[in-house]
């Protein structure tokens, strides 16, 4: 199983020991680049997910895409924007067959810090703009970097999320989302 460089391995102090593989390429010299919400919120390899404002106000960046009604980096933006995926907030991270779980990181003033998606057989997380990894936990990832799982997530499953969670790098890069079909808030 391919590791991270250990530079990059030691920043997280749980990982080797709970256990993780990388599970794609890295992105940090792709001209299209894509990071944990957009790879959480429904496997869109196209474009970064994320908050772009100038003067406080919803700006829209090439390359980028975020609903313009939210504004801010705290997790309750973030469940906002899974809640118009169909997302609804629910009290562990247990597996569930029927359902979709995501894991929102958060710190302590609660700002969102990163996104992980539920498979069969653990968790998958972009690491920024570098490479996609399974992790066996969500304790694998916490750090100063990306605090604590402190929100979880589901959804119902449909065809697409039963496909993605059992054959998730397959289904991401054969089966492209649509990005019209995505739910945007009116």
């Not at 391919?2 to 709970?18: A, V």
């Not at 100038?54 to 980096?73: A, C, F």
Request: hydrophobic share 35%.
């Amino acid at each position: 199983m391919k590791r991270l460089p250990p530079e990059r391995e030691s920043q997280y102090p749980n990982l080797r020991s709970n256990g993780y593989w990388v599970s794609s390429k890295t992105t940090e010299n792709e001209l299209v680049k894509y990071n944990c919400v957009a790879l959480a919120a429904c496997d869109d390899l196209t474009v970064w997910w994320e908050p772009s404002t100038m003067n406080s106000k919803s700006v829209i960046r090439p390359g980028r895409y975020w609903p313009l009604e939210l504004t801010d980096d705290f997790l309750s933006t973030y469940c906002k924007l899974f809640e118009s995926l169909g997302y609804r907030q629910c009290p562990n991270a247990r597996l569930e067959l029927l359902y979709e779980k995501i894991a929102l990181y958060g710190d302590s003033d609660d700002c969102f810090l990163h996104v992980a998606y539920q498979l069969y057989f653990g968790w998958i997380s972009k690491m920024g703009d570098r490479h996609d990894i399974t992790h066996r936990t969500l304790k694998a990832l916490e750090n100063d970097e990306y605090g604590k799982a402190k929100i979880f997530m589901k959804k119902r499953c449909d065809i697409r999320g039963y496909l993605s969670r059992a054959f998730f790098n397959w289904t991401s890069r054969n089966w492209p989302v649509n990005r019209r079909n995505i739910q945007h808030f009116s």
